[in-house]
């Protein structure tokens, strides 16, 4: 499966334009979905790279990532918020799927993968949580997961 140029430009602005309207000083529930709305975008941008890896050395991820690492620190509170509000609905049974837990885990590896560990990622006590979930409400099938995932995103194989 080929993740098409125009569907990588267009995710690309997507997130750029997450970033900008998350730097504009919004109040920090809208700067939250914002977050978690860009997370979302970087869960898939982050699986097409590991798909297709030639596209690391693209113009547009090149610029992409070079761009974004100078919006980010105007935008962690943000962030954080919304891994605290992951961090929290882990601990509500029902209240996510694990196919969600894994896209969302997988957008903060990603996203570290790409812009360096951040404190306000706190992936300590996010995987402490989903091991505990794991436990009673974990897994979902190998047909399920999507295909690229890299093996280091355990919690998709969790239990």
């Keep these: 499966m080929s993740f098409a140029g125009s569907d990588l430009s267009n995710l690309v602005e997507q997130m750029t334009a997450n970033l900008r309207d998350s730097s504009k000083g919004q109040p920090i529930g809208a700067a939250c979905d914002i977050a978690r709305e860009f997370l979302e975008r970087f869960f898939r941008f982050g699986l097409a790279l590991e798909r297709e890896p030639e596209l690391r050395d693209t113009p ?34 029902g209240d996510l799927d694990w196919r969600q837990v894994g896209k969302f885990r997988s ?3 990603f996203f570290t993968a790409y812009f360096g560990q951040s404190p306000e990622f706190e992936l300590e006590d ?6 505990e979930r794991a436990q009673y409400d974990g897994g979902i099938s190998a ?5 690229g995932i890299p093996k280091s995103h355990w919690w998709w194989f969790a239990p």
Excluded: N
């Design 107 to 109: 957008s903060l590896e």
């Design 60 to 93: 547009a991820v090149k610029r992409f990532l070079d761009g974004a690492s100078g919006l980010l620190p105007g935008v962690m509170p943000g962030f954080f918020s919304a891994v605290d509000r992951f961090d929290g609905r882990l601990h509500m049974p």
């Design 126 to 131: 996010v995987d402490a949580a989903i091991r």
């Design 143 to 147: 047909e399920s997961i999507p295909h």
